[in-house]
Each structure stands twice: as C-alpha cells, then as structure tokens.
C-alpha cells in the first residue's frame, strides 16, 4: 500500500486557478500511474485525469481537457494538478489515486488520499 496526501483546495471565484498537489510515500512511486477524481455532493466520484508512471502519457475526462494539467516529479513523489479557468461545476473533493492511468472506474484504483476541497464561486 502506499499513503497518498492531497493539498491545495480552497475557496476561488469562477475562472480562477489552484494547483492540488498529491504526495505519495515509499521509494516506488515512479513503478505506478496515478490519477485524479473527484466527487460532488450527492453525485458519484468521478474520474478527472491519470498520468502513466513515466509522466510522458497523460489523459483527461472532457469535462476538463484543455482547463486542467496533470504532471508529476518522481524525484519528489509528488504528482500535480493545474486547475485554471475553473467554473462552479468543478466544485467538489478532489482525489488522487494510484491505479492504471487509462481506467476512468475508480473500482481500478486501490489507494487512496483524503480528498481535498475545491470550491468555485459564481
């Protein structure tokens, strides 16, 4: 198992931006993909994007694709999630997760952080 642990939400006006950052434990952090979700009140969790292992493969749901960025450093453990032009919808707990990067069923994903908050104003 590794230990994730997600930073960076927080409270912003619509078309603003954050950048979560999910840090991960142990020295194999650079053998695995990883991925970000995210759940709303009342709605299921949701994939947002995954990145391969190597960070030179990435994929995005299309409700975010050309908004947010996913990256990593390996050397740091840490992987990234750029969120710019950010609309009401995209308030929710966001997650990072390691699982398959090319999977959108969090069923794939077998750890997971505790989630941080972002909420976009209107």
């Known amino acids: 198992q590794v230990q994730l642990v997600e930073s960076g939400g927080g409270l912003v006006q619509a078309g603003g931006s954050l950048r979560l950052t999910c840090a991960a434990s142990g020295r194999l952090f650079n053998t695995y993909d990883m991925g970000w979700f995210r759940q709303a009140p009342g709605k299921e969790r949701e994939f947002v994007s995954g990145i391969d292992y190597i960070g030179g493969s990435t994929v995005y749901a299309d409700s975010v694709k050309g908004r947010f960025t996913i990256s990593r450093d390996n050397a740091k453990n840490m992987m990234y999630l750029h969120l710019n032009s950010l609309k009401p919808e995209d308030t929710a707990v966001y997650y990072c997760?390691?699982?398959?990067?090319?999977?959108?069923?969090?069923?794939?994903?077998?750890?997971w952080g505790q989630g941080t908050q972002v909420t976009v104003s209107s």
């Open positions: 997760a390691r699982g398959p990067y090319l999977q959108r069923s969090p069923e794939f994903f077998d750890s």
